[in-house]
């Protein structure tokens, strides 16, 4: 083994390939391990050192018995980082800090090899004869390539593994290309290259860039695919996306037929949340407003596994009662909703969603989470109103005097009191919650324009410009005779209230003689109520009639399922 020190005007030094940079500078200053070895095939101990100062190319063995040119080294120095080309070297010095060694370019001519000790980071030189070699030396800004691995070699792919280092800041960007076909940006260190011809040799050049824009060496490795193909995932599209799932499609190619889809949810332990032998996957037991990463990987029949694809999707979030109800309308009428602005002929104009006609899908189970809805916890939506649901029973809770007593005003009718008290105990107390106290209007309607109104002109004199000052405030009451006349059909919307029977088969209200939460404002003893066949009327306060409970929902109730029907209510938390 022969063992050379080349000691040059005072500096240690120290020659490292492959990545690892080239360091020089006084004593003091020494990084690496101080010495340039070089193993010739001849056993003898050769110590290089200068003759004199002015003969810096000569050197010679310890014994004078063979005087060696240092000339047997010709140093290459790459002129501009990444630019590929190089210059040899003016003078016999190594090179300075911002040079990193070229292995694929450096090479003697006479078969001699340089290779790299990496116990010790050095280079040594195997020859057993007098040879001429050439050490290239790629110049970098900060930024270096430490080492590319070629791992998951197929026949139709290549993955990349690259590790580099920046004095500057961080690694940003990393670029390759295969066959010198064009630079690919990618900001994983990790990179599949895909499309590949099985038994190819294929070369692959590789550099970096970090945050301050600085660019690393190329790294060049040449790979070669092998006769195994194995499945590839194209891509994963995302469909019905819900508060608890989601169904996956893979579009997967494969010389052979793929036996199986997994799909596992990353963080849950590799466990693989579900199989198919169909491309198509449906998870529906997942959390809501929840980020899944999903990867997925096929298996052909041969047992060969493709490489895995990974993709975030986030489950939607519990959507709030008024925003599903909200969701349903697309246009006026769909869905049996109306949306009343001011531009809707005849409507309230008050910005009320409203469901109309004979018979919507808005059936709501309220105080109940039985798997079937009981029918004394089904109720309807009448609509929303500044941004509150409100929902009405569905079946009469029994027959009540408006007011057991002379008068009409409803702070002290008989209902109210029925409604507020007894009524409400029979509700639990985690359901009262949803229920809010609402300023009701309570002033009434003059009776004597009742032949002539419409459902608008009934909206006014009870809730609108024309209403009076009257409220009252409380957690149960009845619906207003316009929430009445706007459950028809809107066609229905120009006709009189009174003359509403041709409206009956068109009003999901319509079937009852009951009360309304709307007095009589001209005489004290009188209340608006609707008749069985459909028409609006007054009574005596103290006549018995149907009475069917009516109240609004915290906004903050969510909408859970259901859609709508008597069969399939909506569920509501």
């Not at 060496?217 to 989601?246: A, K, M, Q, R, W």
């Not at 037991?285 to 493709?306: A, Q």
């Not at 109940?368 to 929902?391: H, W």
């Not at 009951?514 to 007095?519: K, Q």
Request: charged share 15%; hydrophobic share 30%.
């Amino acid at each position: 083994m022969v063992i050379l020190t080349i000691p040059l005007n005072g500096n240690i030094i120290v020659l490292v390939y492959n990545q690892m940079v080239i360091y020089g500078g006084s004593m003091k200053k020494i990084m690496l391990i101080s010495s340039v070895i070089l193993t010739i095939i001849v056993m003898s101990i050769i110590t290089i050192n200068n003759i004199d100062k002015n003969e810096k190319n000569i050197i010679k063995n310890k014994e004078e018995k063979e005087i060696i040119k240092s000339n047997m080294l010709t140093l290459m120095y790459e002129t501009e980082a990444g630019s590929k080309e190089y210059e040899e070297s003016k003078d016999n010095t190594w090179p300075e800090e911002g040079y990193i060694f070229n292995k694929t370019l450096s090479g003697c001519e006479n078969g001699g090899e340089l290779e790299y000790n990496s116990q010790n980071n050095t280079v040594n030189l195997l020859t057993n004869k007098s040879d001429k070699c050439y050490v290239y030396f790629d110049k970098y800004n900060g930024v270096w390539i430490d080492n590319v691995v070629a791992t998951n070699i197929t026949g139709s792919s290549i993955t990349i593994d690259i590790s580099a280092t920046s004095e500057n800041g961080s690694i940003s960007k990393y670029y390759y290309q295969v066959n010198e076909s064009g630079y690919i940006e990618s900001t994983n260190n990790i990179i599949t290259i895909e499309d590949l011809n099985k038994l190819t040799e294929y070369k692959i050049e590789v550099y970096a860039v970090d945050s301050t824009n600085a660019k690393s060496n190329i790294y060049e490795l040449n790979v070669s695919t092998t006769d195994i193909s194995i499945p590839t995932i194209n891509n994963v599209s995302v469909s019905n996306i819900t508060t608890t799932g989601f169904t996956l499609t893979v579009n997967a190619t494969s010389e052979y037929e793929i036996s199986k889809y997994y799909f596992i949810i990353d963080g849950s332990g590799e466990q693989i949340a579900g199989t198919s032998t169909t491309n198509k996957y449906t998870f529906t037991t997942l959390e809501d407003e929840t980020n899944y990463n999903m990867i997925i990987f096929v298996k052909d029949i041969n047992g060969n596994i493709s490489n895995e694809y990974s993709i975030n999707i986030m489950t939607d979030s519990v959507p709030t009662l008024v925003d599903y109800i909200k969701g349903l309308y697309t246009s006026q009428g769909s869905n049996g909703i109306y949306y009343h602005t001011s531009s809707l002929a005849n409507s309230a104009a008050d910005n009320s969603y409203r469901y109309a006609g004979a018979n919507p899908n808005n059936y709501v189970c309220f105080g109940s989470d039985a798997g079937i809805c009981p029918n004394n916890n089904l109720y309807r939506i009448i609509g929303i109103f500044n941004g509150e649901v409100k929902i009405i029973k569905s079946t009469s809770y029994g027959n009540y005097v408006w007011y057991s007593k002379t008068g009409n005003t409803w702070s002290t009718s008989s209902i109210r009191t029925i409604l507020n008290s007894s009524f409400l105990s029979t509700i639990s107390d985690i359901w009262q919650d949803k229920i809010i106290t609402h300023t009701w209007n309570v002033g009434g309607i003059n009776d004597q324009q009742m032949y002539i109104y419409t459902a608008k002109q009934y909206y006014d004199f009870e809730v609108g410009s024309s209403s009076s000052s009257t409220t009252d405030r409380m957690k149960i009451g009845l619906m207003y005779v316009s929430d009445y006349g706007y459950a028809a059909s809107n066609n229905y919307w120009t006709t009189t209230l009174y003359g509403y029977s041709s409206a009956k088969s068109s009003n999901w209200l319509a079937g009852l003689t009951e009360w309304t939460i709307s007095r009589v404002s001209s005489f004290s003893n009188f209340a608006f109520n609707i008749e069985s066949d459909g028409i609006v009327e007054t009574d005596y306060v103290s006549g018995g009639k149907a009475v069917r409970p009516c109240f609004y929902l915290a906004s903050s109730t969510f909408y859970i399922s259901g859609s709508g029907t008597i069969g399939d209510p909506i569920r509501i938390n």
